[in-house]
């Protein structure tokens, strides 16, 4: 087997190509720079392979990359477009729209005042005539910003003063409730 050269630097060295990995987040681009600073450190292909975990190939690859496009043609990913989402981008951004402005209640499609998956499944299988399932409208919704919470009720016109009162009056019927519960469980042990 041939021993893999760097036969163009494009005026890299050891040196700066560690500095250079220190600075990559990506664990599989920082792989490839390592691998080809390796090689130019002597290691032999099979030596480096074992070291960043890949297959001789793969480092004989990233060393072709470097000689001929150098540290950028190294870190160029092409990514495959990827499967055709199931709704377009503006029908993503109505659904979006929806569950922020609106409840299923007013809309008439059902009793709940809060969005969830199963309604919103069936929702869009009505409005936009797709099958999609609960799981890839929920990641749909992450990738919108959005996370699932419990609904939570507050009052959107209620007078704070008023407020503040009825919640001292609810504290004082929770403290009675529960003096007088305490006493009905005593006189039920006597």
């Given at each position: 087997?041939?021993?893999?050269?760097?036969?163009?630097?494009?005026?890299?060295?050891?040196?700066?190509?560690?500095?250079?990995e220190?600075?990559?987040?990506?664990?599989?681009?920082?792989?490839?720079?390592?691998?080809?600073?390796?090689?130019?450190?002597g290691?032999?292909?099979?030596?480096?392979?074992?070291?960043?975990?890949?297959?001789?190939?793969t480092?004989?690859?990233?060393?072709?990359?470097?000689?001929?496009?150098?540290?950028?043609?190294?870190?160029?990913?092409?990514?495959a477009?990827?499967?055709?989402?199931?709704l377009?981008e503006?029908?993503?951004?109505?659904?979006?729209?929806?569950?922020?402005?609106?409840?299923?209640?007013?809309?008439?499609?059902?009793?709940?005042?809060?969005?969830?998956?199963?309604?919103?499944?069936?929702?869009?299988?009505?409005?936009?005539?797709?099958?999609?399932?609960?799981?890839?409208?929920?990641?749909l919704?992450?990738?919108?910003?959005?996370?699932?919470?419990?609904?939570?009720?507050?009052?959107?016109?209620?007078?704070?003063?008023?407020?503040?009162?009825?919640?001292?009056?609810?504290?004082?019927?929770?403290?009675?409730?529960?003096?007088?519960?305490?006493?009905?469980?005593?006189?039920?042990?006597?």
């Open positions: 087997m041939k021993r893999l050269k760097i036969t163009n630097d494009h005026g890299w060295t050891p040196r700066t190509l560690r500095k250079q220190r600075k990559i987040k990506n664990t599989l681009l920082r792989q490839r720079v390592m691998a080809v600073r390796l090689v130019m450190e290691y032999l292909g099979k030596e480096v392979a074992s070291m960043v975990n890949v297959c001789r190939q480092v004989s690859h990233y060393v072709s990359l470097f000689n001929e496009g150098g540290l950028e043609l190294l870190l160029h990913r092409d990514f477009p990827g499967r055709e989402p199931f377009t503006e029908q993503q951004e109505e659904i979006k729209h929806l569950v922020l402005t609106t409840t299923p209640a007013e809309l008439g499609w059902d009793i709940a005042s809060a969005w969830n998956t199963k309604i919103l499944q069936s929702y869009v299988a009505k409005q936009f005539g797709v099958s999609i399932s609960r799981e890839a409208l929920r990641k919704l992450h990738r919108k910003g959005l996370s699932w919470t419990r609904p939570t009720y507050t009052l959107a016109k209620g007078n704070p003063d008023e407020q503040k009162q009825l919640e001292k009056q609810m504290d004082l019927i929770k403290k009675l409730d529960h003096q007088g519960h305490r006493r009905c469980r005593s006189s039920v042990h006597r």
